[in-house]
């Protein structure tokens, strides 16, 4: 599969040394996402700005964070994201068999309360877009203010990160 459009190489245009050096810092490398986002100087640092503060700068575990990233991917079908979140969910603690089973249909046997109301909103906000009185009142109950803006911005921010790759056609 080809990229839609291209992709900048890094150290190409002296204008971009400032978003190539943070992204570099936040990330160790830059990756296909952030050589095509690079097209737009001003796209690029926003686009990091928000990624960095909904996976590094919230209070929710990296674990919550993971399932609602890779679910999200799998919904979406982008298997690019997907992969890039395998080694980080492993990190936060998923088995495998907990992470290949989000491209699946769920099995609840492997998923605590907690992460299966997670799973349950990845699911609304990216099938449905809205979420239901009912799932928010049982979001609610187990998360505070704080995370239930954390969670639903996790959610919405990599809908948008996996609708980017999947119709620019961004692939390793």
């Given at each position: 599969m080809k990229n839609r459009i291209n992709q900048i190489e890094p150290g190409s245009n002296p204008e971009l040394k400032d978003i190539e050096?943070?992204?570099?810092a936040a990330r160790g490398k830059i990756s296909p996402l952030y050589r095509t986002l690079l097209n737009s100087k001003d796209i690029a640092i926003g686009w990091e700005s928000l990624i960095s503060a909904v996976r590094l700068k919230n209070s929710l575990p990296a674990s919550i964070r993971e399932i609602c990233i890779l679910r999200v991917a799998s919904l979406n079908k982008s298997l690019y994201e997907f992969e890039a979140h395998r080694i980080p969910a492993q990190q936060a603690g998923l088995s495998n068999l907990q992470i290949d089973n989000?491209?699946?249909?769920?099995?609840?046997?492997?998923f605590?309360?907690?992460?299966?109301?997670?799973?349950?909103?990845?699911?609304?906000?990216?099938?449905?877009?809205?979420?239901?009185?009912?799932?928010?009142?049982?979001?609610?109950e187990h998360f505070n203010d704080r995370e239930i803006l954390e969670l639903v911005?996790?959610?919405?921010?990599?809908?948008m990160v996996?609708?980017?790759?999947?119709?620019l056609k961004i692939s390793y």
């Open positions: 050096e943070k992204i570099l989000l491209l699946i249909e769920i099995d609840t046997s492997l605590s309360t907690q992460e299966l109301i997670v799973i349950q909103l990845a699911d609304a906000m990216t099938k449905e877009i809205e979420v239901s009185d009912q799932l928010f009142f049982t979001i609610a911005t996790t959610v919405a921010s990599y809908n996996s609708r980017f790759l999947t119709a």
